[in-house]
């Protein structure tokens, strides 16, 4: 019935971890992470047929143990029993067990990617159980273990564990010749100790378990491709804003080549004053000659487009010159 139990409990132990791997992921399960150590020290004590306390004694064990999943793991230790009477050991007996461990709180509550301040872990164990007698030998026999490991998780990295740790331990053997019992109460002992376990650091830099969300390869691919596109046009928008810049500092240079050139002003000014024109002669002639016709002409059509203007005529001559000069002249600008 017992046996059932555990099988049971280890079903749904396997069942949840496949659970809960569809909405996450584990790290920290290779084959080195999460193994850990442990000393506990304690009593036992028999089941029946005895007072409790004065037929105690002291008991020690050593354990290693290695967690396969968050609700799973596996151990062995070995425990000795001190003796209290005259022998020729230190020890009545001695066991060296494997166990089987569920963590109940994991089992029905799942795994939040760390382990909890306080947990229940259920326990089983099949075992080689020694003892040391005077007289004809020692014994040998094999046993049975139940129990429970109280723990609280200390620290912030939570690799120290402090446990309370209740079990049963039967001797299969025991009178089982004769009573055909192997779960006989009269061949059990009540074992009660308190121990301290480490727990090593994994591959993924904690001391337990955490959890990661799965990613679709194809998502996973989407992503990659859009953070490539995003880079790629981080690289065009810098190179653009290196041009700008380029273009920037070469219109700064342009605007203080601009501020320190030397600036050419042409000054035009307006005036009314009717232009000056000068007409020579050859000496002793009074015919105005081709090559002072455009003085002429110069001074005629200012004239016809300013009819309001008036002119003034000065005319010098020499010594021998007539007044048939000026005559001539009045004839070569007849619109005068």
Known sequence: MKRSIFVL????????????????????????????????????????????????RPAFGFGIGKQLTPTFGLGIQGMGYVNTSSSKTAFDAS????????????????????????????????????????????????????????????????????????????DMQGDFNKNKSRFNVNNAAFELTAGITYHFMCSNGTHHFTTVKPY?????????DAVNNLRSQLNDKDLQLNNALQQTNNLQKELA???????????I??????????????????????????????????????????????GYASPEATSLSMRNWQKHVPNL
């Open 269 to 314: 000014v307006k005036t009314n004053r009717i232009p000056e024109s000068i007409i020579t002669f050859r000496q002793g002639k009074s015919v105005v000659d081709a090559s002072q016709l455009p003085n002429v002409e110069r001074v005629a059509n200012y004239m016809k487009k300013h009819p309001e203007a008036k002119v003034i005529i000065k």
């Open 257 to 267: 080549d601009c501020r320190t050139q030397t600036t050419n002003t042409e000054t």
């Open 95 to 170: 066991e060296v067990s494997l166990l089987g461990k569920v963590n109940l709180m994991n089992l029905f509550g799942s795994y939040t990617g760390e382990p909890r301040v306080f947990e229940i872990e259920a326990l089983t164990g099949i075992g080689w159980l020694h003892y040391y007698q005077n007289g004809p030998g020692d014994t040998n026999s094999w046993s049975t273990r139940f129990g429970l490991n109280l723990n609280f998780n200390l620290g912030e990295e939570k690799a120290w564990t402090l446990g309370i740790k209740p079990a049963v331990v039967y």
């Open 216 to 224: 679709d390869p194809i998502e996973i691919k989407e992503l990659n």
């Open 9 to 56: 409990a280890l079903s749904m132990g396997i069942f949840t971890m496949h659970a809960q791997n569809e909405r996450t992921a584990l790290e920290g399960t290779r084959l080195g992470d999460n193994w850990s150590i442990e000393l506990k020290a304690g009593a036992v004590t028999p089941l029946t047929h005895s007072a409790f306390f004065k037929n105690a």
